[in-house]
């Protein structure tokens, strides 16, 4: 039976967000920007502001100007001096800042190439364009490594210890599939999937599974599973094309078996719009629309689903130890997942 979630605490702002970043402990982030009336400016950029909420009442601790607005590309997270690292687009280019989680003072700040996704860790922050991918150290703000080869075109990237899982595509066939780099020094590592997807729509990855949300199962799985699998009569007519789970181990090579794999069953087709995973702390979490259904990211076995208001509407949403931050248009909200 579906639960509604538990809402520990909402925030207004006067403000619009359209950021937000939570770690394991410590604050939460959200970005907010103001805008102009007509919604029309001549910058690449609005000017944006950062605040820092208590995670557990949501009191606001401080709002600061920031130097990353509101326009393409952001990403969010935290550094290891006690700061705030933000990238995004500013009326000078985009940036990369440092700022005080204490007070939301600026620390530092540089110059990053024009990107459309990005990870931010306490060691590298990782920003994915549509040609290149490139590492800068999450305190000097220094590039440590960039990447990017003819015929390639980046979607995604997901994170797992020391690998970035990086959904890519062949710009000659436009299939998608999936690449390992090194995620301090950039290297190519190997493939975790090879080449073969119409569609790979979102990744996320943990230390217990590379998760992929797909278009063709049949294709992702090797030979011998697809065999093992077809051989199941009850499930022989169900690997048509449409959404799909696939979860790898963390150290996949080419063409390896899969930890579980699940067709996702769609009322509407264009539900797969509305689709989104996550993945913290050994869980995998699905969004449907307003809807979270929480897995076992080794097994796949069902923890529980949940309704979350708001979600369906979301700005912005992660998870962290056990607890859903949301961002819609004005506010902030967070919920408690008990799985």
Sequence with gaps: MTKTARRRWSREFESEVDGIAMGAA????????????????I?????????????????????????????????????????????????????????????????AAGTIPTFDASLVAAD??????????????SETLREL?????????????????????VVYSVIATKKRGVLVLSAKKGQFLGLAALPKQTAIHDATA???????????????LPRETLLAYLSQTSHGDALGRGPSLVVFDPSVSDEAAPLWFEKLRLADPDEVGELAIYSDSGKLYLVRGALLEVRDALTGRALGDWAVPGLDER?????????????????????????
């Design 43 to 107: 910058d690449a950029a609005i000017p944006g502001k950062l605040a820092a909420l208590d995670r557990n009442s949501g009191e606001v601790l401080w709002t600061s100007p920031c130097e990353v607005g509101y326009g393409r590309g952001f990403g969010a997270g935290f550094g290891r001096k006690n700061d705030a690292v933000v990238l995004g687009p500013s009326t000078q280019g985009h940036r990369i800042v440092r700022m005080s989680l204490d007070s939301g003072e600026l620390i």
């Design 315 to 339: 700005v912005g949403w992660t998870v962290a130890q056990g607890a859903g931050l949301l961002a819609e248009e004005t506010r902030v909200s967070m919920f408690e997942l008990p799985a």
């Design 26 to 41: 410590g604050p939460v982030l959200a970005h907010l920007y103001d805008p102009p009336a007509g919604d029309r400016w």
């Design 124 to 137: 590298v922050c990782v920003v994915l364009g549509i040609k290149r991918l490139t590492g800068y150290d």
């Design 145 to 165: 490594w960039n990447y990017g080869r003819d015929g390639e075109r980046y979607h995604h990237v997901a994170r797992c210890g020391e690998r970035l899982f």
């Design 206 to 220: 943990d230390e217990r599974g590379v998760a992929l949300l797909l278009d063709d199962l049949e294709a992702a």
